[in-house]
């Protein structure tokens, strides 16, 4: 089992940056495949972005895609979220997920093991 924190959410305003982490500990975490969620108000969870065991392969949902940027350092057992160019619809809860597989995953069910969430509020 692993257990995962996410730090470094807050209150930007538009067109703002914040870097999300995600801290594991419990398991080896070159095994694991890392995933970024955001849940908005009255809204369903949502993909953001995933890579693989080594970073190398990554996801984005088409919504980020050029804006937010997913990396790792296993060495630190630590998932991170870019995200730039922030709008007034990033504001959402984001949630990191892990599942223990060396691939990628996109979707919500794939995933084994959640965050707790940081809320992340884009202001204008």
């Known amino acids: 089992q692993v257990q995962l924190v996410e730090s470094g959410g807050g209150l930007v305003q538009t067109g703002g940056s914040l870097r999300l982490s995600c801290a594991a500990s419990?398991?080896?975490?070159?095994?694991?495949?890392m995933g970024w969620f955001r849940q908005a108000p009255g809204k369903e969870r949502e993909f953001v972005a995933a890579?693989?065991?080594?970073?190398?392969?990554?996801v984005y949902a088409d919504s980020v895609k050029g804006r937010f940027t997913i990396s790792r350092d296993n060495a630190k057992n630590t998932v991170y979220l870019q995200m730039n160019s922030l709008r007034s619809e990033d504001t959402a809860v984001y949630y990191c997920a892990a599942r223990y597989s060396r691939e990628t995953y996109a979707l919500r069910a794939n995933y084994d093991y959640w965050g707790q969430g940081t809320q992340v509020t884009v202001s204008s």
């Open positions: 419990g398991r080896t975490f070159s095994n694991y495949a």
């Open positions: 890579n693989n065991w080594s970073g190398k392969v990554t």
